[in-house]
């Protein structure tokens, strides 16, 4: 029989897993002390893919749930080759361990690749063009430490290659989506550099077909808490049919456990859970209560939502917009209580000091509680801010 939780034990769960509650895990998983930048690289592993779309958003989603650390050490974590910044599922940009980055794609490329043709002749760019460029970006890259997307565009002009602004993203995640490139060492001041993905990457790990779909199953549950089958297939892009197999074997290794939600009925009161996080469980019952709920500044783009198809008990559905204004596609930074969003806050343009909190209607956020969390946030960007205000 499953075991049966609550909205709010799932709530709970999902936050710990996620590395934003106060109780959650800040020792690594083996138990060994960690430096600064490897507790960087851990906490990429135990996330399994963390979004990487917004730069500054990624980093402090790295950052928040390695305390203690800094904004440089998440830079050396990239340039000593420990985690990368690239497209393993979805068409989507995420930072990851660089050991996992191969195996990955392997296991979902089937998915993406299959609608690149179509992206290139909406943007006019012929298969020609696609190896030619292929070919003058791969040598550019090969022959230095690191290029930047405007000197890889430079390199293509260099090369008497006649192309279009829109050609620019699709090459780059074309070399990155099919393993040849990396987004790894960071310049100063900038964004990761691309570099060749075989060579910077010398101990990729190695896993194919039901082990890789395992694999991700298993950890994919690790970093989130407890899962439906079409979260695991909408956050991989695999169909759900494949999903369902993908956690039948996961489960088969004992790497995940059934759930049962109160109230729901059917497939969305299936719940899968890593089996450790049943433990957290019966830990939380017994402090119950004892506990004052965490406040946290999670940054834009965060796993704490783009980690499901079904947001709630995160996020109350009529707040969505409010998060997501225009239904854009761009999720703002979130102020989090125990889990739940209840606002969302900025540092606002062209201002030294100071972040603007917006409360959801009807949820009080005293400044005084996010007091702390600011001064977290700004010691890892070695800035100095004064407690946050409200709007």
Request: aromatic share 8%; net charge neutral.
């Amino acid at each position: 029989m499953n075991l049966r939780i609550t909205s709010r034990e799932l709530l709970g769960l999902r936050t710990r897993a996620l590395g934003i509650d106060a109780a959650a895990p800040r020792e690594p998983l083996a138990g060994r002390k960690l430096s600064p930048v490897e507790g960087i690289a851990e906490t990429a592993s135990r996330m399994l893919a963390v979004q990487g779309q917004d730069w500054r958003s990624a980093r402090w989603a790295l950052g928040l749930r390695t305390p203690g650390t800094s904004l440089a050490d998440v830079h050396e974590a990239f340039s000593s080759g420990r985690i990368v910044r690239s497209w393993p599922m979805r068409g989507t940009i995420h930072v990851l361990a660089a050991e996992d980055i191969g195996w990955i794609q392997r296991a979902l490329n089937h998915r993406v690749l299959a609608g690149a043709p179509k992206r290139r002749q909406t943007i006019g760019m012929s298969d020609a063009a696609l190896e030619r460029i292929v070919e003058v970006s791969l040598a550019a890259i090969r022959a230095g430490d690191g290029i930047d997307r405007d000197q890889l565009s430079t390199a293509w002009t260099e090369a008497g290659i006649e192309w279009q602004a829109a050609w620019r993203y699709h090459a780059i995640w074309w070399l990155c989506q099919n393993g040849l490139a990396v987004f790894g060492p960071v310049r100063a001041g900038g964004e990761p550099l691309l570099v060749d993905a075989e060579r910077w990457i010398p101990r990729p790990r190695i896993l194919e077909g039901e082990d890789a779909l395992a694999e991700l199953a298993a950890r994919y549950a690790v970093g989130r808490g407890p899962i439906r089958e079409r979260d695991f297939a909408w956050w991989t892009g695999l169909t759900l049919t494949q999903a369902r197999a993908a956690i039948a074997h996961a489960a088969e290794a004992d790497r995940l456990q059934p759930l049962s939600l109160d109230g729901a009925a059917g497939r969305a009161g299936e719940l899968w859970a890593a089996p450790e996080q049943l433990e957290w469980l019966g830990e939380r019952q017994v402090a119950n209560g004892s506990e004052e709920p965490t406040w946290r500044l999670l940054p834009a783009f965060d796993e704490h939502l783009l980690g499901y198809t079904d947001r709630e008990p995160q996020l109350a559905p009529e707040h969505f917009d409010r998060i997501v204004p225009g239904r854009n596609g761009m999720f703002l930074a979130t102020i989090v209580r125990g889990g739940e969003v209840v606002g969302t806050w900025r540092r606002p343009p062209r201002k030294t000091s100071g972040i603007e909190l917006s409360p959801f209607p009807g949820h009080t956020v005293p400044p005084e509680e996010l007091r702390e969390e600011a001064a977290r946030w700004a010691r890892f960007h070695a800035l100095e801010l004064p407690a946050p205000v409200t709007a």
